[in-house]
């Protein structure tokens, strides 16, 4: 399946893009997702260890299941207020 | 009422739609733009959201300090863009029966707020650079 | 600054007087009167002050949370005379650097001021009955 | 000595006056100065268990002195706020 993860802030500026593509063969997991973004893009390397994924408007785990429908948006720790 | 804006927080009309003769105690909370951040000038801070997730986080927020608190009315706000020095980047109001009730429904909210709703800003710093901020003060190594 | 007054409080102002680009965080407490108080109807209040000491002992209770947090501006305001549901009877403003100091010093200067400024209320209840209100919310017998 | 005692809130309406003319033989204190006050104003009473009495703008005990010159003043708990 194909899914299409929105980025946001540092991880947008690390990609150069605010949008990732990435392919992933089902099931699939985030803790998958993760692996194969940074494959695409390594770049968000810098950024692994702390990037946080949002499957829906739920913050999602590495465990968390993917399916082709998911809106998925990875970025870093929040900072706003 | 929880809300994302480009606009300037209208702080006076935010603290008016929680007032209530139901209320006897009113706090207010605002964040603002600081200039001095452990030793260096800050010119300005831009805000970003992912503002679906935002807004959706906000409301869980909303609804669970009146799931703890006798909460009268809460309104919460957020700034995203441009923001200049002692510009409000967020607010939140509530009004409570009491006064304990109300610090402490204020506070969770901005607390809680920071912890996870998906905003970030960016340092302009007056060297001319700029650093997207990290939770706690800390910056991310560019 | 701290102030007794007889008019409204315009709350705005006294946030705009607290705000600096030096303070990251902002906060505003509001006393309002409130309608129902134990089960009894409230339809006005009436504050009176010993107003010489008032102004002293909000003076004092200013210059404690300077010493006690790193408060950049700090203003106090009591209202006296007749006040109808809803009026603000009370107002606090403070701005610190952060917001954890900016709430315990705004909570600590309205719980002092409730125990040692010495203005006292009078209830209107809905029955045509006034009373003089105790601390802690009793009621000092007729 | 003759003190002019503030009276506020239920202490000037048990009162009926917002002062109180005291006359005390000297030294006295604020203790002595209570007694007084419900000896010449016995509907005081009910309220003498929780009097608070301020010398100048500071509370006092019943052990601080007053001389003539001192701005005394009787009332109930507050409850401002």
């Known amino acids: 399946m194909r899914i299409s993860v929105r980025l946001f802030a540092r991880a947008r500026d690390l990609a150069g893009a605010d949008r990732l593509d990435v392919q992933l063969s089902e099931p699939a997991t985030v803790g998958q997702l993760k692996e194969q973004m940074h494959e695409q893009c390594p770049p968000l390397g810098s950024l692994l ?22 809106d998925v948006a990875c970025f870093p720790p929040v900072s706003g207020g | 009422m929880v809300r994302l804006t480009h606009e300037s ?4 009309a935010l603290t008016e739609q929680v007032r209530s003769p139901q209320a006897g105690a009113v706090v207010l909370f ?16 831009d805000y970003e959201a992912y503002p679906e997730m935002a807004v ?20 919460i706000v957020h700034r995203l863009g441009h923001l200049e020095l002692g510009d409000i980047s967020v607010a939140v ?26 905003v970030w800003k960016q340092e302009n710093w007056d060297d001319g650079t700029t650093e997207w901020v990290h939770p706690d003060g800390g910056l991310i190594a560019e």
């Open chain 2, 9 to 12: 927080i209208d702080f006076t």
């Open chain 2, 93 to 118: 109001a509530v009004s409570c029966p009491h006064r304990t009730d109300a610090f402490e429904a204020g506070r969770f909210l901005i607390d809680r707020l920071k912890e996870v709703v998906p």
């Open chain 2, 56 to 75: 959706a986080k906000m409301e869980e927020l909303h609804a669970e300090a009146f799931a703890r608190w006798p909460v009268t009315h809460a309104a």
């Open chain 1, 49 to 70: 260890p702390q990037l946080l994924v949002a499957v829906g408007t739920d913050y999602a785990t590495d465990e968390t299941p993917l399916d082709e429908t998911a």
């Open chain 2, 30 to 45: 605002l964040g603002t733009v600081r200039e001095m951040t452990d030793g260096r000038r800050t010119v300005a801070l």
